[in-house]
């Protein structure tokens, strides 16, 4: 059977690739440490399993509407009105199927595929991104961070970027895998760009939105794009419970999208509704209470556990010969540069010439799993991305691995081992 090109080349994603392997090999008796998944390791609070399981017991069985029901919507429109300062209404929502599903939706409305349509990425970024982009249509232009600045990249960097076929920007605070938070002002300044070009719209992933961490950095402080009236009617947002609530496996995300007098959500809606149609209707009910005053006190001591995790992983890489590592004060990953690792070789005998081969000589020698950077952007090509959504004993167990990990490596000489790193100032890759 034939197989869509457009389907065989996209990449499968490095997170759940990661995630997967290291399932199998724990699942073989090997005591793995697992920092790939971004999966809080908390259960979801009580009170949002109860009002599912009321929901279901009480016969909410049947099919939805596609866009979720009024009660879960309206809630929705009220947290993003009130919390975000985003003007709404329940008819701009949808409930998808996770944020990922909310993003691939808004991508495949946006992009018009074959006109070069260009869409700007902030990287390093999701693995998710630039293959929906593509999926789409779209050409992905990446505009780099480094580790110098913070991994925030400059008004500079994008005005630079845009070209006439610029048709959107892609923004992602607090950030995977970057485990940043753009200081409000910083976002406004890139927002007063975008405000300039009346054809690129915002699309902006806020699902770490609550795990803010201003004790770790007082600017660590969210922002919506969204509540700019300039930019309003062209911004979507994406939101989910997945991170904040602990629902990973529940596959609950939304989508805002106030424009066009409602235009463009109700396009995605209609694509939905030939897709997925609505979740499971007896989830919807835990929609209203996770978003409910009564939920707040568990996302509250969820997110102070990260921060202390936040803390105790930073401390512990910087004391690791050859990496650097921003200061995480948002979500829950730590993403070090680990260039000066390049060029050695593990006591297995691999040759470390880029992230995905010390991902590997960590898992099968170390047993520890990290995601390598390469598919995070080409400017992390020499990155990993540890996601501290585990308890510390966890991460301080891991960590000690990785660091006797990398005392044992041996350097290789020049001649033995090219390594496969470029960091470009811009890559347009299509
Ligand atoms: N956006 C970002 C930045 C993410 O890290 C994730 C991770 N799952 C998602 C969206 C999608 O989340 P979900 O589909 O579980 O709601
Ligand atoms: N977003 C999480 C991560 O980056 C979950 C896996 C995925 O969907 O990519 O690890």
Redesign the pocket.
């Known amino acids: 059977m034939h197989i869509a090109s457009r389907i065989a080349q996209m990449k499968e994603s490095a997170t759940l690739a990661v995630g997967a392997k290291a399932a199998a090999l724990r699942a073989s008796g090997v005591d793995v440490v697992g920092f790939a998944m971004?999966e809080p390791d908390f259960d979801t609070p009580p009170n949002i399993k109860a009002a599912a399981i009321r929901a279901l017991e009480a016969g909410m069985t049947k099919y939805a509407p596609t866009p979720g029901d009024k009660g879960a919507r309206e809630a929705i429109a009220r947290k993003l009105r009130e919390e975000n300062g985003i003007a709404c209404r329940m008819e701009d929502i949808t409930v998808t199927s996770?944020?990922?599903?909310a993003?691939y939706m808004a991508l495949q409305t946006m992009i018009e595929p074959l006109r070069g349509d260009e869409f700007l990425l902030p990287t390093p970024a999701?693995v998710?991104y630039r293959p929906l982009i593509e999926l789409a249509g779209g050409v992905c232009v990446e505009v780099p961070g480094s580790v110098e600045h913070g991994f925030r990249v400059t008004v500079d960097q994008i005005r630079a970027a845009i070209t006439p076929k610029t048709i959107g920007i892609l923004l992602?605070s607090p950030?995977?895998p970057c485990g940043i938070v753009y200081p409000p002002d910083e976002l406004r300044a890139i927002v007063d760009v975008i405000a300039g070009f009346p054809s690129i719209s915002i699309l902006s992933?806020e699902?770490?939105e609550k795990l803010v961490y201003p004790e770790i950095n007082a600017r660590a402080v969210h922002w919506s794009p969204g509540s700019d009236s300039r930019v309003a009617d062209r911004t979507v947002t994406?939101n989910?419970?997945?991170?904040a609530f602990a629902m990973?496996g529940w596959?609950?995300?939304y989508l805002c999208a106030p424009g066009q007098s409602g235009q463009f959500a109700k396009e995605v809606i209609k694509l939905q509704g030939q897709m997925t149609n609505s979740i499971p209707s007896f989830f919807l009910p835990a929609v209203v209470e996770a978003l409910a005053p009564a939920t707040a006190p568990s996302v509250e001591s969820m997110r102070s556990a990260f921060a202390a995790r936040a803390r105790v992983i930073h401390t512990l890489l910087c004391s690791i010969p050859g990496l650097r590592c921003v200061e995480p004060n948002g979500a829950f990953y730590a993403f070090p540069d680990i260039s000066a690792l390049m060029g050695s070789r593990s006591p297995g005998g691999r040759i470390i010439d880029s992230a995905q081969a010390f991902a590997e000589a960590l898992l099968s020698e170390a047993h520890v799993a990290v995601v390598p950077g390469e598919d995070f952007g080409e400017c992390a090509r020499c990155h990993i991305r540890l996601s501290f959504a585990c308890s510390t004993q966890e991460i301080e167990k891991g960590v000690a691995r990785i660091d006797a990990f990398v005392r044992t490596l041996q350097a290789v000489p020049p001649a033995e081992h090219q390594v496969k790193s470029v960091t470009p100032v811009m890559s347009r890759r299509s």
């Open positions: 971004g996770g944020a990922k599903h993003v999701w998710t992602n950030s995977n992933d699902i770490y994406i989910g419970m997945s991170k990973t596959r609950i995300g």
